[in-house]
């Protein structure tokens, strides 16, 4: 499957590709840049992206007063957990978390992952295990990864 390839802006020390970053959303300052098009508003709040590629063009961020490297970036793959009937490799789902407010259980990041909203299309690119849940449903761990 072909990764949507995104071009956004990270600071200059942290452009290195298979560097993960959690786009937290816009500062404070950016709506009155001149790059804000290209560096927050084509990457979604809550994701995480991985960098693929950089690009040789490095911006002045005048907001922040610091270096900004051009980068390409895809949505990253997210360990999550799903019910085990789903769980094949390659298979496109929509991803939905389970009705379970037990904070305390081993994998409730897993089944709330950050960087993932019930509802989104995702590809499973690995099924790793079994694990045991307590609601009694046959669950596994997978890596997720949104498509577009």
Do not use: H, W
């Not at 990270?10 to 590709?17: C, E, H, L, N, Q």
């Not at 305390?104 to 993932?116: I, K, Q, R």
């Amino acid at each position: 499957m072909d990764e949507k390839r995104i071009v956004t802006l990270v600071g200059k020390s942290y452009a290195k590709v298979g560097n993960l970053f959690i786009y937290r959303g816009p500062g404070s300052k950016c709506k009155d840049c001149e790059y804000s098009k290209v560096c927050t508003e084509n990457v979604e709040p809550g994701r995480i992206y991985k960098i693929v590629k950089i690009r040789d063009r490095i911006l002045l961020c005048k907001q922040y007063k610091i270096e900004m490297q051009v980068v390409e970036v895809v949505n990253a793959e997210v360990s999550a957990v799903i019910p085990s009937v789903q769980a094949i490799q390659g298979a496109v789902i929509t991803f939905r978390t389970p009705e379970c407010s037990r904070e305390e259980c081993a994998y409730y990041d897993l089944c709330f992952p950050e960087g993932l909203k019930s509802g989104d299309r995702c590809i499973i690119s690995d099924v790793i295990q079994s694990v045991p849940c307590s609601l009694g449903v046959p669950r596994k761990k997978v890596l997720l990864q949104l498509v577009s």
